[in-house]
């Protein structure tokens, strides 16, 4: 069965500091997909990325920018300089061929003036 | 604008009630699917749908059920079997398996 592992709970940094939220993904398909996602205190989920398996190219937008590693099953996101603007939840989640997604339970980050 | 509108924003029910939580897009998305959200906690699948008059349980289907009659719409019911509703519901749809799920703005269940 598929599975997403966050284990980092909760993390608080100072603005302007760097941020790493990790992600750790179990998966017998070949294909396959991740997703990370933003849920700020309103509630809604934010689409942020996505990244197929066959895709290990990592990515930079902004000061947004992830790793994604097939050996070590991981797929990081990185927040460079980061704002109070940035403070929200952050999901991973795994997409297979059967439609469905699992999520994992999610990283608090608050980012303090 | 396309997207998918989630309804009541907040909901209040009495013991031994059954409500119903409303979920329409109007994406063309051909899968839909309910999470349940508890506080500091991640998503939960409820149930989902790939398609028109078909629908699949997630880990936490007991205590709810769906319909899924159209394509653009996929109704939760919270039945009274459902000793601890209160949480925060979140509905989504995508057009496939390699597209990311699109999300609504919740509903909030609470119990009088």
């Known amino acids: 069965a598929q599975k997403v592992t966050q284990a980092q709970t909760e993390i608080s940094v100072v603005e302007k500091e760097d941020v790493t939220l990790d992600c750790v993904y179990e998966?017998?398909?070949?294909?396959?997909?991740l997703f990370w996602y933003k849920q700020p205190p309103s509630g809604e989920l934010v689409f942020l990325i996505r990244?197929?398996?066959?895709?290990?190219q990592n990515e930079i937008s902004g000061r947004y920018s992830w790793n994604f590693q097939k050996s070590t099953s991981s797929f990081n996101f990185t927040i460079t300089a980061s704002q109070v603007v940035d403070s929200a939840v952050y999901f991973c989640?795994?997409?297979?061929?059967?439609?469905?997604?699992?999520f994992g339970a999610g990283t608090r980050l608050t980012v303090k003036p | 604008d396309g997207g998918i509108t989630q309804s009541p924003k907040y909901l209040f029910r009495k013991e031994g009630q059954n409500v119903t939580l409303s979920c329409e897009q109007n994406?063309?998305?051909?899968?839909m699917y309910w999470y349940r959200q508890d506080p500091g906690q991640g998503l939960r699948l409820i149930y989902y749908?790939?398609?028109?008059?078909?629908?699949q349980k997630g880990d936490i289907a007991e205590g709810y059920s769906v319909s899924r009659e159209k394509k653009e719409s996929f109704p939760l019911t919270v039945t009274s079997a459902q000793k601890n509703p209160t949480a925060f519901y979140l509905c989504?749809?995508?057009?496939?398996?390699?597209?990311?799920?699109?999300f609504g703005d919740g509903t909030r269940l609470s119990i009088l």
């Open positions: 989504a749809s995508r057009y496939s398996s390699n597209q990311p799920q699109h």
């Open positions: 998966t017998r398909d070949t294909t396959y997909y």
């Open positions: 990244r197929n398996s066959f895709d290990e």
């Open positions: 989640a795994l997409s297979e061929g059967n439609n469905d997604m699992r």
């Open positions: 994406l063309n998305h051909d899968a």
């Open positions: 749908s790939q398609i028109v008059n078909d629908f």
